[in-house]
C-alpha cells in the first residue's frame, strides 16, 4: 500500500518536473517564434486557474465515471503546483508594477500560499488525529457531545441517589457541566496542549482521595467521560481548522479569477490590438 | 486511553448531509431532528411523528398509530391524540446556515466587496493609475505628448491616444476588448510566425499616427512590421532594446530582403545616408548595389564587413600624416615615444575621440618658427593670407624683435634687422623665394623635421602638411569623427585594450589609410565565447534616419 503511494507520487512528482522543463524550455525557444507567448501562457494560466477552481464541482459529479474524489484531490495539488510555474512564466519572474496587475499578483500569490498551507495541514491534521485516536465525523460531534454530557449528568445523580452523598454531583456541576456542554479549549486543542485535560485530572485525583470505593468507581466513570469528550473536543479542534481553511482559499481563489477577467479585458481592450479610431 | 470514540452504542444509522445549506437549530445542542430543515432553510418538524391511521375491516373510525422511528425510542406510550396529531410535540427550531453555506455567502461577499473596489477605482479620476500597468517611456510621459496626440476628445487624457478604450468608462473597455485585432478568440495570434516580420495589429497603428512607416530604419522596408513586437511600452522609461530574434525577422530571411532589394532599386542614395549629429561629421559609405541586404542572423554568424572596409574606402583627408613615423623611434618628445593618447583624446563623453588640433597635439613638437636662430618669430596657422602678410612685414617683425630685446635706439633696432634680413637671404634666396617657401614646398628642407637634439622640428612649410592650392589656398582638413555613422561605438568601454589591439596604426604610413579595425577583430570579443555583449543593439539603433517631413 505505501509503496504504492511512494509510487503514485513519484509518477505525478515526474510529470510536473517533466511539464514545468517543457514550459522552460518552450518560454526559452519559442520567444522568437511566436508573438503572443505572453497571451498563450496567459490563457493556459487562466484554464488551469478554472480546473483548480472546478475542483469542487467535478469531484462531486459522483454520477459520472470522473474518477473518485482522491484523484481529483490528486490533480488539483499538481495543477496548482503546475499553475505557479505557468504564472512566473507569464511574468516572466518579475513583479507587475501597475497598481491592478499588482492586486492581481498579490492574489494569486495569496491563494497560492493559502493552498500549500491548506496541503500541509490536510496531511499534518490526519497523522494527529490518527495518533490522538478515535474516529468521529465532524457533523456527528455535536451529538457524540450531547450524548457524553447525558451520560455523565446520569452517573452523576446516580451516585447520589446511591451513596446519599452530593459531592460527585456537586463535583459534575461546578468542574464537569461547563466542560461537557460545548467545545472547549479549541487554540490549545489546535496546538497539541493537553494543560487543560491534566488540570481537570488532577482535580479527579484529588476527589478522589475523599470518596468510598462506590464513590470512586463512579468518579472513574466520569473521567473516563471526560477524557473522551476531551479527544471529541480536539477532533472539533482540528478538523474545524480544515473547514476554516477553505474560508481563506477559496475567497481568494474567486477573487483571484474575478481579477483575471478583468485583467483579460483590459489586456485586450488596452494592449493586445485595440481597434483604432 | 480515552473511552471509545464513538460510543460502541452510539447509533450511526442517522444518514448525515454535510452538503445541505441548513442544518437543524438544535443541532448545536446534540439534538437535530431527524428530518432537518427544508432546502429553502424552513423547518419542517413540529412533532416527534406523524400517527398512522389505521383501521380493521367494518370498523368506520379507525386508531391512529405513533410512527416514532426506533432510534428515537420507538412508538410513544401515550400514542397519538384522539384528533390524529402527536402527543409529543417539537418546538420548531430556526435552522442555521450549514458552514458551506456561509463559506459560499463569506465568498461572493468578499467577490462582491472586490468587484465594487474595482469598479470604483476603474470609475474614479485615479482609473488610469490604477490599471496602468507600468510606467511609461519619457517620450510618452511627457507634457508635449498630449498635445501632439490625436486625440477622439478635448477631455480625453494622453492614454486615449493609443489606446481607443480610454476614451470611454468600462463598458467602452468591454466593448474594445471584444473588437480587439487579434481578437481574444482568434488562435491566429498564438500562430507561430515563421518566414518574415511580425504582423502589424491595432495597438501598431497608432504608434504610425505619429511614426509612419519604417522610413526611419531605410526607405526600402518592404514589409511594416509590428511596432509593438520590438517595442514594450510600459515597462520603464526607455525602451528596452529588441532581441536579436527581432532584426533577424527581416535580416535573415531571402524574402524580406530580397523584398527591400527591390524596393530600394531606383532610390537616390541619399535618402539611406543616416544624419551626422548636429558638428558631427560622418563619412559615408556609398550604398552597394541591391543595399545592404546581406543575410545573416548574428552579428558573429554571417554579418558583413563594414562597408567603409569592404568598398575599400580612403581617408581623403587634406593632410599628410604618415601614423608610422609619429609612432616611431624617431620621434620623442621629453625623451620618450609618442603614444596615441598624446594626440586622441576622448570627448567628454568618452564615447567618442575628439578632433585633434594644431595647436594642443601638434605645435608642441611642430612650431612654426621661420628663423632657427630666432624661434620666437613664428608664422600664424590655418591662414595662408597671414601667413604671407607675416613673411612679407618681416622687417618689422625683427625691429619688434629688437624692441623686446632692448635695443631701443633706431639705429642698433635697424642693424638688428637688416643683419637678420640679410641671414634669411643667404639661407633662403629672395623675399619670393621666402614666400614660396612658406606656403607652397611640400619637401622638408635640411634640418627641417628633425628632432635629433633639438625639441622641435623646425617649419618646414605649410605644404609639408596641408594641400595648398594654386592660388594658395589650404583645402580644409575635415576628417570624419565617424566612420560608421550607422552604428555607435564606445571608446570608454574598451579603454582596456591597447589602441594597436584594434587600429593598425604603427604601419600606416598614408593618410589615405582607414584605421578602423576588421568586422572579425570586434567578433573575436563580441560572440558568446567572446564574453562581449554581441547583440544587434549592441552598435545598431533601429531608428537610424530622421523622421520623413
Same mark, same amino acid.
Given at each position: 500500500m505505501k509503496a504504492r503511494f511512494y509510487q503514485r507520487r513519484a509518477l505525478a512528482s515526474a510529470t510536473l518536473l517533466v511539464a514545468v522543463v517543457l514550459l522552460a524550455l518552450a518560454m526559452q525557444r519559442m520567444t522568437p517564434v511566436i508573438r503572443s507567448l505572453t497571451f498563450l501562457t496567459g490563457w493556459l494560466l487562466l484554464a488551469v486557474l478554472l480546473f483548480l477552481t472546478g475542483y469542487n464541482f467535478f469531484k462531486k459529479l459522483s454520477f459520472l465515471p470522473l474518477g473518485s474524489s482522491r484523484t481529483w484531490l490528486q490533480l488539483h495539488v499538481y495543477s496548482g503546483w503546475f499553475s505557479v510555474a505557468l504564472f512566473v512564466a507569464h511574468l516572466r519572474a518579475r513583479w507587475p508594477s501597475g497598481g491592478f496587475e499588482g492586486l492581481l499578483t498579490t492574489f494569486f500569490v495569496l491563494t497560492s500560499l493559502s493552498g500549500i498551507a491548506g496541503l500541509l495541514w490536510s496531511r499534518l491534521v490526519p497523522r494527529r488525529l490518527t495518533a490522538r485516536g478515535g474516529e468521529v465525523l465532524f457533523e456527528r460531534i455535536p451529538v457524540i457531545r450531547r450524548e457524553l454530557a447525558d451520560r455523565a449528568e446520569k452517573l452523576a445523580l446516580a451516585s447520589t441517589t446511591g451513596s446519599g452523598s452530593a459531592v460527585l454531583a456537586e463535583f459534575h456541576a461546578r468542574h464537569l457541566a461547563g466542560f461537557l456542554r460545548g467545545p472547549q479549549h479549541f487554540w490549545r486543542h489546535l496546538i497539541g496542549s493537553q494543560r487543560p485535560i491534566l488540570r481537570l485530572q488532577a482535580r479527579f485525583a484529588d476527589l478522589s482521595r475523599f470518596l468510598d470505593s462506590s464513590q470512586r468507581k463512579a468518579l472513574a466513570e466520569l473521567e473516563e467521560l471526560v477524557r473522551t469528550k476531551d479527544t471529541l473536543d480536539y477532533h472539533h479542534a482540528q478538523q474545524s481548522s480544515l473547514k476554516l481553511w477553505l474560508f481563506t482559499h477559496i475567497p481568494l481563489t474567486y477573487g483571484t479569477l474575478l481579477l483575471t477577467v478583468l485583467h483579460v479585458v483590459l489586456v485586450y481592450g488596452f494592449a493586445a490590438g485595440s481597434a483604432t479610431h | 486511553m480515552p473511552g471509545q470514540l464513538p460510543a460502541p452504542d452510539f447509533d450511526a444509522s442517522r444518514y448525515e448531509r454535510p452538503n445541505d445549506a441548513w442544518i437543524c437549530g438544535h443541532h448545536c445542542v446534540g439534538k437535530p431532528c431527524p428530518l432537518g430543515p427544508s432546502p429553502n432553510g424552513q423547518c419542517r418538524t413540529n412533532a416527534e411523528c406523524k400517527p398512522l391511521l389505521e383501521s380493521k375491516p367494518g370498523e368506520t373510525k379507525g386508531r391512529w398509530r405513533c410512527t416514532r422511528p426506533r432510534e428515537q425510542g420507538g412508538p410513544c406510550e401515550d400514542g397519538p391524540q384522539p384528533d390524529g396529531s402527536c402527543g409529543h410535540p417539537v418546538i420548531p427550531c430556526a435552522p442555521r446556515p450549514s458552514l458551506r453555506r456561509l463559506r459560499g455567502r463569506f465568498t461572493w461577499g468578499i467577490c462582491a466587496l472586490l468587484a465594487g473596489l474595482v469598479l470604483l477605482a476603474s470609475g474614479s479620476r485615479w482609473r488610469w493609475h490604477f490599471i496602468n500597468p507600468g510606467p511609461l517611456t519619457s517620450a510618452h510621459s511627457s507634457l508635449g505628448f498630449s498635445p501632439r496626440t490625436h486625440?477622439?476628445?478635448?477631455?480625453?487624457?494622453?492614454?486615449?491616444?493609443?489606446?481607443?478604450? =480610454?476614451?470611454?468608462?468600462?463598458?467602452?473597455?468591454?466593448?474594445?476588448?471584444?473588437?480587439?485585432?487579434?481578437?481574444?478568440?482568434?488562435?491566429?495570434?498564438?500562430?507561430?510566425?515563421?518566414?518574415?516580420?511580425?504582423?502589424?495589429?491595432?495597438?501598431?497603428?497608432?504608434? !504610425?499616427?505619429?511614426?509612419?512607416?519604417?522610413?526611419?530604419?531605410?526607405?526600402?522596408?518592404?514589409?511594416?512590421?509590428?511596432?509593438? *513586437?520590438?517595442?514594450?511600452?510600459?515597462?520603464? !522609461?526607455?525602451?528596452?532594446?529588441?532581441?536579436?530574434?527581432?532584426?533577424?525577422?527581416?535580416?535573415?530571411?531571402?524574402?524580406?530582403?530580397?523584398?527591400?532589394?527591390?524596393?530600394?532599386?531606383?532610390?537616390?542614395?541619399?535618402?539611406?545616408?543616416?544624419?551626422?549629429?548636429?558638428?558631427?561629421?560622418?563619412?559615408?559609405?556609398?550604398?552597394?548595389?541591391?543595399?545592404?541586404?546581406?543575410? /545573416?542572423?548574428? /552579428?558573429?554568424?554571417?554579418? %558583413?564587413?563594414?562597408?567603409?572596409?569592404?568598398?575599400?574606402?580612403?581617408?581623403?583627408?587634406?593632410?599628410?600624416?604618415?601614423?608610422?613615423?609619429?609612432?616611431?623611434?624617431?620621434?620623442?618628445?621629453?625623451?620618450?615615444?609618442?603614444?596615441?593618447?598624446?594626440?586622441?583624446?576622448?570627448? %567628454?563623453?568618452?564615447?567618442?575621440?575628439?578632433?585633434?588640433? /594644431?595647436?594642443?597635439?601638434?605645435?608642441?613638437?611642430?612650431?612654426?618658427?621661420?628663423?632657427?636662430?630666432?624661434?620666437?618669430?613664428?608664422?600664424?596657422?590655418?591662414? !595662408?593670407?597671414?601667413?604671407?602678410?607675416?613673411?612679407? *612685414?618681416?622687417?618689422?617683425?625683427?625691429?619688434?624683435?629688437?624692441?623686446?630685446?632692448?635695443?631701443?635706439?633706431?639705429?642698433?633696432?635697424?642693424?638688428? =634687422?637688416?643683419?637678420?634680413?640679410?641671414?634669411?637671404?643667404?639661407?633662403?634666396?629672395?623675399?619670393?623665394?621666402?614666400?614660396?617657401?612658406?606656403?607652397?614646398?611640400?619637401?622638408?628642407?635640411?634640418? !627641417?623635421?628633425?628632432?635629433?637634439?633639438?625639441?622641435?622640428?623646425?617649419?618646414?612649410?605649410?605644404?609639408?602638411?596641408?594641400?595648398?592650392?594654386?592660388?594658395?589656398?589650404?583645402?580644409?582638413?575635415?576628417?570624419?569623427?565617424?566612420?560608421?555613422?550607422?552604428?555607435?561605438?564606445?571608446?570608454?568601454?574598451?579603454?582596456?585594450?591597447?589602441?594597436?589591439?584594434?587600429?593598425?596604426?604603427h604601419t600606416s604610413r598614408q593618410t589615405s589609410d582607414v584605421l578602423l579595425p576588421s568586422q572579425q577583430v570586434c567578433v573575436s570579443c563580441h560572440q558568446p565565447a567572446g564574453g562581449a555583449p554581441a547583440g544587434c543593439a549592441t552598435c545598431h539603433s533601429y531608428h537610424l534616419l530622421k523622421p520623413p517631413r
Open positions: - | 486625440s477622439p476628445s478635448p477631455n480625453a487624457n494622453s492614454c486615449a491616444a493609443c489606446h481607443e478604450a =480610454a476614451a470611454g468608462e468600462i463598458g467602452h473597455w468591454v466593448k474594445s476588448a471584444l473588437g480587439a485585432n487579434p481578437a481574444p478568440w482568434d488562435l491566429q495570434q498564438f500562430a507561430p510566425v515563421v518566414g518574415g516580420p511580425h504582423p502589424m495589429t491595432g495597438i501598431d497603428l497608432h504608434c !504610425t499616427a505619429c511614426h509612419p512607416h519604417h522610413e526611419r530604419h531605410q526607405p526600402s522596408v518592404a514589409d511594416e512590421a509590428s511596432c509593438s *513586437s520590438c517595442h514594450q511600452e510600459h515597462r520603464g !522609461t526607455q525602451f528596452a532594446a529588441p532581441s536579436d530574434d527581432r532584426c533577424a525577422d527581416c535580416h535573415d530571411q531571402p524574402a524580406v530582403m530580397a523584398a527591400a532589394s527591390i524596393r530600394g532599386h531606383g532610390l537616390p542614395s541619399a535618402q539611406f545616408d543616416p544624419p551626422a549629429p548636429p558638428g558631427v561629421r560622418s563619412h559615408l559609405t556609398p550604398r552597394p548595389q541591391g543595399g545592404r541586404t546581406n543575410l /545573416f542572423a548574428e /552579428f558573429w554568424k554571417g554579418h %558583413p564587413e563594414f562597408g567603409v572596409l569592404r568598398q575599400k574606402s580612403t581617408d581623403a583627408t587634406a593632410l599628410r600624416f604618415n601614423h608610422a613615423v609619429h609612432l616611431g623611434e624617431s620621434v620623442r618628445i621629453d625623451g620618450r615615444m609618442l603614444a596615441c593618447s598624446d594626440c586622441h583624446v576622448a570627448d %567628454p563623453s568618452g564615447a567618442s575621440m575628439a578632433r585633434v588640433q /594644431f595647436k594642443p597635439h601638434c605645435q608642441v613638437c611642430h612650431g612654426l618658427q621661420l628663423d632657427p636662430a630666432h624661434p620666437e618669430l613664428t608664422v600664424p596657422h590655418g591662414d !595662408t593670407a597671414a601667413a604671407r602678410a607675416a613673411v612679407r *612685414s618681416l622687417p618689422l617683425a625683427y625691429a619688434e624683435l629688437a624692441r623686446r630685446k632692448g635695443l631701443h635706439s633706431r639705429v642698433e633696432v635697424d642693424h638688428f =634687422a637688416q643683419t637678420n634680413l640679410a641671414r634669411l637671404r643667404v639661407m633662403f634666396g629672395s623675399g619670393e623665394t621666402l614666400e614660396r617657401l612658406v606656403l607652397r614646398t611640400a619637401e622638408a628642407r635640411p634640418g !627641417t623635421g628633425g628632432l635629433a637634439g633639438e625639441r622641435r622640428a623646425h617649419f618646414a612649410g605649410c605644404a609639408y602638411c596641408h594641400v595648398v592650392s594654386e592660388s594658395d589656398q589650404i583645402s580644409p582638413v575635415t576628417p570624419p569623427d565617424r566612420w560608421l555613422p550607422a552604428a555607435h561605438f564606445n571608446h570608454a568601454r574598451h579603454a582596456q585594450l591597447d589602441c594597436q589591439h584594434c587600429h593598425a596604426a
